[in-house]
Every structure is written in structure tokens, then in C-alpha cells.
């Protein structure tokens, strides 16, 4: 039979060391290094949604749509209750407006949601990806992305985004 240590609450300002089963069934707050030998899990998402991740190509933003205008990547939606937790924006096509070019992936009314112009180069052909976990909430969910060109107008430049999610 396993040793089981039960916290209610596990909070250290040195160094923790959990060599056997622990259960926290209250904040952890460790100020200091924390080992942990065996699995960690969080049985609250572990049984709310599915084991398997899905993986969803949203929708293409290129040269040719209106720039600085958030775009709804209406490809696919998330579907509602799924919890994402990747984004990735991958660049095709390098954008090549005049001065710079920019790419963010949000949510209407928060276009840097997911990924900022700081996490994609736009000017740069690639894979962009950033981990989240973010819960789409009771109706699917639209993704934007938003293409910002500068200087002269672009003639080139597309990005695909896609999304990795669980279902409930």
C-alpha cells in the first residue's frame, strides 16, 4: 500500500520535498525549490474534460485583408466548454509592407488574447505558438487574428491559426 500525505494547505518558505502521494486539498504556496518524484495531477480538470486533445485549423489572415482590423477566423470555431491550451499562428507567407507588419490572435475585443505582436514575426516564414489555458466558455468561440501592415502596401504575407483544446 502507497504512504499518502494529506495537506490541507502546503506552504513553505525553504525547500519541499514530496517523495510519496500527496494530496493538497488547499492552496500550495513553496518559496523555495519544490521536488516532486511522482505524478502531479489536478483531478478537477482531469475529470472535466477529455484525455485527448484536439487540434483545429481556425481560420487564414493574409496581405489582402483590411489591416488593423481584427479578423474572425469563421474556418472554425472552439467549440463551447473546450479548454484551450495552445495557440499557433504559423506564418506562410512573409508579410511586405513598406515599414513593419504586424500579426495578434485574440478574442473580440481583446486581439492579443492568445498571442501578441511581440510573439509572432510577421516578416519571418515559421511556426508561432504559445501554451494557454483558457476556457472557452458557454458558447463556441470565435478567434481573431489582426494584421497590421506599415509604409507601403503589402503584396504578400498569410498566417494560418490553428488551436489545441479539450472537450468536456
Known amino acids: 500500500m502507497a504512504n499518502y500525505t494529506v495537506f490541507t494547505d502546503l506552504k513553505t518558505t525553504a525547500s519541499a520535498v514530496i517523495g510519496t ?6 492552496a500550495a504556496t513553496v518559496g523555495g525549490a519544490l521536488t516532486v518524484t511522482g505524478a502531479i495531477s489536478n483531478t478537477a480538470l482531469d475529470t472535466k474534460f477529455a484525455t485527448t486533445a484536439k487540434f483545429l485549423k481556425l ?38 509592407s513598406g515599414d513593419s507588419d504586424t500579426l495578434s490572435v485574440g478574442i473580440n475585443g481583446t486581439v492579443n488574447t492568445f498571442l501578441t505582436t511581440s510573439d509572432i514575426t510577421a516578416t519571418t516564414i515559421g511556426g508561432y505558438t504559445k501554451i494557454a489555458a483558457y476556457e472557452s466558455g ?22 494560418d491559426i490553428y488551436a489545441v483544446y479539450f472537450e468536456e
Open 21 to 26: 502521494t500527496a494530496t493538497i486539498g488547499g
Open 59 to 96: 481560420g487564414t489572415i493574409d496581405f489582402e485583408d483590411t489591416s488593423a482590423t481584427p479578423l474572425a477566423l469563421a474556418t472554425a470555431h472552439v467549440p463551447a466548454g473546450a479548454m484551450i491550451t495552445q495557440i499557433i499562428c504559423n506564418v506562410t507567407t512573409a508579410f511586405d
Open 138 to 159: 458557454e458558447a463556441d468561440l470565435t478567434v481573431y487574428a489582426t494584421w497590421t501592415g506599415a509604409g507601403t502596401a503589402a503584396t504578400a504575407g498569410s498566417a
